[in-house]
């Protein structure tokens, strides 16, 4: 069973700071990673794709993949209360989902 | 980014009655379509993988007599609840993705309420 983790939270961070969600996972095989948000009581969106190692960056969201680490975060830069939502991440080989990292940005 | 549709968005049945929820891929097409199924406050829990042209796929615990999964064409699924009970209430959300085994992009959901 391929897994990933991440920190549950909920993760508070001020308005207009910058939000560090973590993700690790278990499966070396995985070779790209998706970022999805889901607010409450909608669908997920997605938001971020990283195919690489390194940086990725799209306006406020920055996405970093370290492979041999098996890690992957995204950076939210200038947290707005619009941002408060459950992000999931997810390796292209893998459609199960877990928790989640509830994010709360306190106003 | 590719959308997904979901039909109806909201349903209210009563119990012992059937439900069929559409989703549909419209502007791309997808060999496979994925079902989901997530009650308040939980994880998005993975029911069954929809594939076009054969059987679906079911997930470990999940009744395929009673969650029947049609995929007729490239760019629709039907998920039908038979004989749905109260405890069959929940949020459905389907995906697709034009490429698979890359992103996957989710319907809007069917909010399910059996009476």
């Known amino acids: 069973q391929k897994e990933v983790e991440q920190n549950s939270g909920p993760l508070s961070v001020p308005e207009g700071a910058i939000a560090s969600l973590n993700c690790t996972y278990s499966?070396?095989?995985?070779?790209?990673f998706f970022w999805y948000r889901q607010y409450s009581g909608k669908s997920p969106e997605l938001i971020m794709s990283?195919?690489?190692?390194g940086d990725k960056e799209d306006g406020r969201f920055t996405a970093q993949l370290n492979k041999a680490s098996q890690y992957v975060s995204l950076l939210i830069r200038d947290s707005q209360p619009s941002d408060s939502a459950t992000y999931l991440c997810?390796?292209?080989?893998?459609?199960?989902f877990g928790k989640g990292t509830r994010l709360h940005i306190l106003p | 980014g590719a959308v997904v549709s979901q039909h109806p968005s909201r349903v209210i049945c009563k119990s012992g009655t059937s439900v069929k929820i559409e989703c549909r891929s419209l502007?791309?097409?997808?060999?496979?379509m994925f079902w989901y199924r997530q009650f308040p406050k939980q994880s998005l829990m993975l029911m069954a993988t929809s594939n076009e042209g054969s059987k679906a796929t079911y997930e470990q615990g999940v009744e395929k007599d009673k969650f029947l999964i049609n995929h007729a064409s490239l760019t629709l699924s039907t998920l039908t609840v038979t004989s749905a009970h109260p405890e069959d209430s929940s949020f459905y959300i389907c995906?697709?993705?034009?490429?698979?085994?890359?992103?996957?992009?989710f319907g809007p959901g069917t909010r399910l309420t059996v009476t």
């Open positions: 502007d791309f097409q997808a060999t496979t």
């Open positions: 997810a390796p292209n080989d893998k459609i199960i």
């Open positions: 499966d070396r095989v995985s070779q790209s």
């Open positions: 990283i195919y690489s190692n």
């Open positions: 995906s697709a993705g034009p490429r698979q085994g890359y992103e996957q992009y």
